[in-house]
């Protein structure tokens, strides 16, 4: 699927004294089938942005287009636009409410008309998909630990087999295990069923080792938007935000301070130990990971 945003703009309390203006003239286009990270600081207008993909947030100035179909036109069907774009909020475990794990994850795809054994079907093996297996599936989801509670939240969304899948702060708050966890599971059903995938984040750990492009928005402007590698070498303009960058591109880059002759766009541990191997051990060395 692909979502497009032409020179969209919103402001909260338009016209009173608390006016915030959170998106500034965002224009942004997200092709079919790609893995995209949108990083920016507290306050910077990420969730906003991302509310408007789904149609949750009317445009008040500019345009969205899903698929080409304009969220602002009356005849675009925007139950099928939110079935389509799944939107997984900040901390969604604070929408489960059901008293099974499967019937909380059921829940959509019955809304959606499927009846009640295809519903228990869809919502089992999205469940499967993040990791959970059956033996929680009885169990109430407010029982399990912080990390397996995200998860159900998360299949809640996957169960009604949206073709985007948009991820806000999916691993905000989950020990270095389970966020770990939750970024393989995500890669793989972005592999497994071709779906396309925006992931808001604020680990730039978490983005070096999964997204292929970086969308960086800073008070509510989209400031930078390239290949990852590309972003993470523009040190100084992301410290600037008070953003940072992974600590291995920051090793990196000390090291050619040092006057070591490594190259500094280098994202995961693994290129990391290559790279010093080669530069500084000689070629044809290897470092042990
Ligand atoms: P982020 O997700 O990047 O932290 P948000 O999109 O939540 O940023 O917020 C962007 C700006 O809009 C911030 O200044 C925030 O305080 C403000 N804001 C967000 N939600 C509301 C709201 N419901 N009412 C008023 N202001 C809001
Ligand atoms: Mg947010």
Same mark, same amino acid.
């Given at each position: ?21 959170? *998106? ?9 089938? /790609?893995?995209? @990270?949108?990083?920016? $600081?507290? +306050?910077? #207008? ?111 969304? *996957? ?9 806000? /702060?999916?691993? @905000?708050?989950?020990? $270095?295990? +389970?966020? #770990? ?109």
């Amino acid at each position: 699927m692909s979502i497009e945003t032409v020179s969209l703009s919103y402001t909260y309390n338009q016209g009173s004294p608390f006016e915030v203006r959170a *998106l500034d003239r965002v224009s942004v286009k997200i092709g079919d089938g /790609e893995f995209v @990270a949108l990083i920016g $600081p507290t +306050g910077s #207008g990420k969730s906003t942005l991302v509310q408007h993909f789904n149609g949750l947030i009317k445009p008040q100035s500019g345009k969205v287009l899903v698929d080409g179909m304009d969220l602002s036109d009356r005849r675009t069907n925007l139950r099928q636009v939110r079935r389509r774009v799944g939107l997984v909020f900040q901390y969604p475990e604070y929408q489960l409410f059901e008293e099974t794990v499967l019937s909380d994850v059921a829940f959509g795809p019955k809304n959606l008309g499927h009846d009640e054994s295809e519903s228990r079907e869809l919502a089992a093996a999205a469940l499967r998909a993040v990791g959970l297996d059956e033996s929680i599936f009885e169990r109430s989801p407010f029982d399990l630990s912080g990390g397996q509670m995200r998860r159900v939240a998360i299949a809640g969304v *996957l169960a009604m087999g949206p073709g985007t899948f948009v991820l806000d /702060e999916p691993t @905000a708050g989950l020990d $270095p295990r +389970g966020r #770990g966890d939750l970024l393989k599971h995500i890669v793989k059903l972005r592999e497994a069923k071709n779906i396309t995938v925006v992931l808001v984040s604020h680990s730039m750990e978490d983005v070096a080792k999964v997204a292929e492009r970086v969308m960086v928005i800073n008070r509510g402007r989209i400031e930078m938007d390239g290949p990852t590698k590309d972003i993470f070498s523009r040190v100084d303009e992301l410290e600037g935000m008070g953003l940072g960058v992974p600590q291995v591109t920051k090793l990196m880059r000390v090291l050619k301070q040092a006057g070591k002759q490594v190259r500094e766009d280098v994202l995961t541990i693994d290129e990391a130990a290559s790279e010093i191997a080669r530069a500084c051990l000689g070629a044809g060395s290897r470092a042990r990971v």
